[in-house]
């Protein structure tokens, strides 16, 4: 589920981690302690929406999109309505500041049970806690079962990009084969940021696998041969997702640089539109 441009959506995403793998009989533990349902409005620094609904009341489950009725399908109506900035979900979730202090600051609004507003970290931290202590998986588990773990790298919103991705092309066979077919190359993505440097590989050549077809490192740490190494900063392989930067512009204006055959970047352009067609909130 992670949203690029929303660094809140990892700790929607942790949540839903949390739902799905936990047995049903503790999922309804976790629904009986709770016993309501949460509908977020997320804005992030650019001004861009995103939605939420956890619902802690009847199924356990998480929904997403970029509309609250979208978000809202096959959900109960909410107990309360949260409208809150991203980077404020995050500081929340962190212990770096209160519902209540942002509340009385005007920078969290609230609709319905308030009282579930002041129960947000708590619930935070204890899903938080749940997600530490989930047994390891399997290494004989499909590395395809949840991409956007592995792919996700905090402090770089392109991840995410690079995660749905994965998890589009993953989930959809004919979508998949058609872009392979069209696209036949491996690329490496370096993005530069807080961390320093960070690469994955698209391997987008025929015969790629669900579980294959997006990996962390480079190409030659994954035994692949890259047709071209893609270099630019992690914002702007994010606004190349978001369509505000082409990767011609982005060439001629020094943003990308390349090391091999540059005219591929144009290919990336049509998977990172196949990807955001598909739903995802690049």
């Excluded at 629904?31 to 009847?58: C, P």
């Excluded at 409208?83 to 979730?93: H, L």
């Excluded at 319905?112 to 989930?134: D, T, V, Y």
């Excluded at 790298?153 to 995410?160: A, D, I, N, T």
Aim: no cysteine; net charge positive.
């Amino acid at each position: 589920m992670p949203i690029a441009g929303f660094t809140s959506s990892a700790i929607i995403d942790q949540l839903t981690g949390v739902l799905t793998a936990l047995p049903a009989e503790s999922r309804k533990q976790e629904v009986n302690r709770t016993k309501a349902v949460y509908a977020f409005e997320v804005t992030n620094a650019q001004g861009a929406k995103h939605y939420f609904v956890v619902d802690l009341k009847q199924a356990g489950r998480v929904t997403d999109g970029a509309s609250e009725a979208d978000a809202a399908k096959g959900q109960p109506k909410p107990d309360i309505n949260i409208s809150i900035a991203d980077e404020t979900f995050v500081k929340i979730s962190e212990g770096k500041t209160t519902a209540a202090g942002e509340f009385m600051s005007g920078k969290v609004k609230i609709k319905g049970n308030m009282m579930l507003g002041m129960k947000l970290e708590p619930l935070l931290k204890r899903f938080k806690q749940l997600a530490e202590n989930l047994p390891a998986k399997s290494s004989e588990a499909p590395s395809s079962q949840s991409p956007s773990q592995e792919i996700a790298v905090k402090g770089y919103e392109g991840s995410l990009v690079i995660a749905q991705i994965a998890k589009v092309l993953g989930a959809d066979e004919a979508k998949r084969q058609a872009i392979l077919k069209s696209t036949n190359a491996v690329f490496q993505v370096d993005l530069s940021g807080p961390q320093g440097v960070k690469s994955w590989v698209l391997n987008l050549k025929p015969g790629a696998t669900a579980s294959d077809i997006v990996l962390p490192g480079t190409a030659a740490q994954n035994k692949k041969t890259a047709g071209v190494i893609l270099i630019l900063k992690d914002a702007d392989f994010v606004d190349l997702a978001s369509g505000k930067l082409t990767g011609q512009s982005a060439f001629m204006g020094g943003k990308l640089k390349s090391k091999g055959n540059i005219m591929l970047a144009l290919k990336l352009e049509s998977v990172l539109k196949a990807a955001k067609g598909a739903g995802a909130k690049l």
